[in-house]
Every structure is written in C-alpha cells, then in structure tokens.
C-alpha cells in the first residue's frame, strides 16, 4: 500500500525512491510484523483467557506437559494479524504472486480457525473431522494451483521442476505437476502442524525457513544474481521476499510470548497457514524439492509419525518412544528447553545448506 501511496512522490523528493526497493521494504515489514505482534500480543493473550480457550493435554504425552492445560491457544490469530497487515503495509498490491501467498496463506489459516473454534469454542474435543481438514487443505490447494496456472503469461514455464544441484529443470505433465503442487501445499500444511508440540518450536523453526525464503525468493526474482547463480528467473517474484520477511518477524514476535514457558499457543490457526504459506512460497519460487531441505525438520517430524504408525500397524512395535519425534526425545530424559534449542540449532544448518545448493550447480 504504501509503495503505491508514496513512491509516486519520488518525482518531487528523492527520499521517496526508497520505497521502490524490494530490500527496504522487507526490512521495515519484518519490523512492522514483530512489533505489531508486540502491541497486539498482550490483549489478545488476556482475550483468548477470557475466553477460556485454554489447550487441552494428552494424558499418555510427557507428564511435564500436563501443566502446560489451560493455556490460551489460538495465538495463530496473532500471526494472521501481523502478517497481513505488515504484508497489505509494505508489499505492490499490483504484484500477482503477492495476492497468490496471501490467498494461500488466509486459507489455510481459516481451516485451522475453523478447528480450533470448534474445538475450543464449541467445546467439540475432536475439533472438525480428519477428513473434512483434509478435505478442506486439498480443496484450497487445488484453487491456489488452477489459480497459478491462470495467471502466467502465456508461455511461462509453469510446470518445470527444478532439482538442487542440477542447472537443467524438469518439465512435466501439467497434470502431473499440478498433482505434485497439491501434495507440496498439503503436507507442508500438516508438516508443522505436527511439530507444534513444545513451546517456541514451530514457530522458532518457521522463522528460520522464512528467512531462508527471503533469501530465496529474491534470488529467484533478481534476473542478474539468478543468472549468475545459473538458476530459473522469475519475473516480479522478488516481491514475494516481502511477504517472507513480514512471516519473519510475525514469527519472532509470536515466538516472544510462545517461548518456554508459552503464554500462550498457536493452535492449528497458525501452524497450517505456516506450513501453506511456505508451500505456497515453495511454488511460486519453483522450489518445490528444496523446500524439503529448508523445512526438514518439518519433513523429519512428519516422517517419524508415518513410521511410528506404520511399525505399529505391521509389526506391532513402536520405533520411537512416542511419535511426533520432539515428544521420544522428552521421553528419554532431554529437558524440553533443549529440545527446542537443539530443533532449532538443526533448523539453522538446513536452512544454510539449503541456501547453499544456489551455488553448487
């Protein structure tokens, strides 16, 4: 909003021309979306305790956890709130790719809402059906890849698969990519879902993976740095880095009143709309493999709940003490808190390796 209220200035004052770079303005949407965080953070906290929307604990979980009943969940709100309002602040409104992360984002955000209302609210322990999350997940992430597909120039190539460490992409089946897309939306959606389980770890290792797509996507988007680093352009997609770096600081303004010991959580509001906004980011940067490098500790925890569930199934035996895999460290004697420091220690190299591979082509 704020690039086409004030750069048009620049004709009278040169200070204005700042306002035309993508790197100035995802400087001031990380620190407009942490300290919108901060503001909002405390009234929203007293709200949802108001409200009595506290967290119900699983009796066959850690027995630490077990204080951790009655904190106020839903916090996802909190970081709807930052990083729509920082992103509308600070992003080109003119931008398709900047309306495709929003899109996603909101949607994914409202089917979490939408569980946790009726978990929480409604007082329907189960919240909404597996199915119908399901269901609702693969909905809107087949509207936010028929929407991609439609607004590409002609001749854009869409379906083209790019693989860390190969400087040819792969072109595929319209279909058959379009298929793919969905799986990437879906299970990066669940992925950090299924880590939101200690305090400060999701949203500790989403801040990471953002800031790992604010580097990302302006390469991608910068045709002489990409052509250099001999990787895809996208054309207008560096503005996308502003939409990254205003989920950066959303995240650590959540993280402030979600470290341990959290006031309070973010429910599946905010661990489903991270988990589709970084799909989506993946997509639209035709970065699609790599995602699975940037957020592995995502790929990790929702790997040891298949295995653990399929071990079970066929042998009758766990492979972990408990499945997601934060939950079987804390269960062989790691302290939470270095738990979560250690995830996120993990976060931070996958996410310089992963940056990394731009080079090694």
């Known amino acids: ?59 066959d979980g850690p027995q630490t956890h077990l204080k951790k009943a009655g904190t106020p969940t839903m916090g996802g709100v909190l970081i709807a709130a930052a990083f729509l309002a920082s992103s509308l602040l600070w992003a080109r409104l003119d931008n398709r790719f900047v309306w495709l992360g929003l899109g996603a984002f909101t949607w994914f955000a409202a089917v ?21 999350k399901m ?22 190539p869409t379906a083209l698969l790019n693989i860390p460490f190969l400087k040819t992409p792969v072109a595929l089946p319209a279909l058959l990519y379009g298929t793919f897309a969905v799986v990437v939306l879906v299970g990066s959606s669940n992925g950090v879902n299924l880590t939101d389980g200690l305090d400060g770890l999701a949203i500790g290792t989403s801040a990471f993976v953002a800031l790992a797509f604010v580097i990302i996507t302006y390469l991608v988007g910068h045709a002489r740095l990409s052509a250099y680093l001999l990787i895809p352009h996208v054309p207008d997609l560096g503005e996308v880095a502003v939409l990254c770096s205003a989920m950066l600081g959303a995240c650590l303004g959540f993280l402030w009143f979600n470290a341990h010991p959290a006031q309070v959580f973010m429910g599946d509001t905010g661990s489903l709309a991270l988990g589709g ?23 990790l925890e929702a790997l040891s709940v298949i295995v ?14 408990m499945a997601p895999l ?14 979560i420091v250690r995830f996120w220690i993990v976060a931070a190299l996958f996410m310089l390796a992963a940056v990394s591979t731009f080079k090694l082509r």
């Open 1 to 59: 909003m704020l690039y086409h209220l004030l750069y048009p200035l620049a004709a009278h004052h040169s200070l204005f021309n700042l306002f035309r770079y993508v790197t100035v303005r995802a400087v001031w949407a990380a620190l407009s979306a942490f300290l919108l965080s901060l503001g909002l953070g405390p009234a929203l906290i007293a709200f949802l305790t108001h409200l009595k929307v506290g967290q119900t604990i699983r009796s």
């Open 112 to 132: 979490g809402f939408l569980d946790d209302y009726t978990k929480l609210v409604l007082k329907n322990t189960k919240g909404i059906s597996a199915r119908t």
């Open 135 to 156: 269901a609702l997940q693969i909905a809107g992430s087949l509207a936010f890849v028929l929407a991609y597909y439609r607004v590409q120039p002609a001749g854009a």
């Open 277 to 299: 906004f970084f799909g989506a980011v993946a997509i639209l940067a035709k970065q699609e493999i790599l995602l699975a490098l940037v957020g592995a500790v995502f790929v």
């Open 308 to 321: 653990q569930v399929a071990s079970f199934k066929m042998r009758g035996k766990r492979v972990f003490a």
């Open 326 to 339: 934060h939950h079987h460290f804390e269960l062989q004697g790691v302290p939470e808190s270095k738990v």
